[in-house]
């Protein structure tokens, strides 16, 4: 059983580890990715009460985590992990010198949990956060990359308090749809070839992965099989890993060794 769940734990990692979202592999029209055109940025809204001046300061960086923020505060911080993080404070008009912080919440935590969305122009990234109190709901941010204004502006963020969703607008940010790259015929008949060589690629791999897991899972509950027994045709599967080992011998020049497989 441990060997079983072990396997099994082993495929989801390297599966979520290829699906996970990432900065980097964002390509934008700049040439640029999304990882170097954006930062970590501060946004703070105040309001000024009698004696009173409350303070809505927002951390954002959907390439990073703003977690050790406020930096200037070691009792409270923001959620770990968290990529936007809004924390209310307010300062005493009769104690300018010391900001007290009353609430922090996560509205971004983690990576997206579904595939980003292209609309209207606009690249969108969509993040759960943390738990609310007293319900099974969850806080949430939507995050638009949009060519439209000003790169260099401080990003846009709307608070609905009753739905629990924070929105943030990124202006003067175009992500490419790799459509429009300039090339010769030569080397769109190679990507075309490419492209279908790698699908047949990515089709056998899906249904060596998908034989490999059912033959494991019937070995396992059907014929009560342990250990390395669960794999279907264990015998074939070291056959064949033995002579591709042998053949990298001797491609390194180490003929007549042999390994000795059980």
Known sequence: MKSLSLYIF?????IKSISTFNCKDVKL??????????????????????YATEYNTWYINPCGTVDNEPKDNKKVSCPKNSKVCL?????LESDKSNKRIIDVKGYA??????????????YILNFEGENI?????KYSTEIKFSCAGNENSEPEVELDESGMKVTILWKGICVSDGKNEIGDDDD?????????????IRFILIIIFCYLIIGMCYNYFVLNKNGIEIIPN???????????YDKIVELFGRRGYRPILS
Not at 10 to 14: M, V, Y
Not at 36 to 42: R, Y
């Open 109 to 122: 935590i983690d990576n997206p949990k579904q595939e980003p969305a292209t609309r209207q122009g606009d």
């Open 29 to 50: 029209e700049s040439k640029n990715t999304l990882d170097k055109a954006i930062s970590e940025n501060v946004v703070e809204t105040k309001i000024m009460h009698l």
């Open 87 to 91: 924390v209310k404070s307010y300062e």
């Open 188 to 200: 769109k008949d190679n990507n075309k070839k490419n492209g279908g060589g790698h699908f047949i």
């Open 10 to 14: 082993i495929i989801a990692t390297i």
């Open 133 to 137: 109190k007293d319900s099974n709901s």
């Open 234 to 244: 264990v015998d074939l599967w070291i056959a064949i890993f033995g002579s591709t």
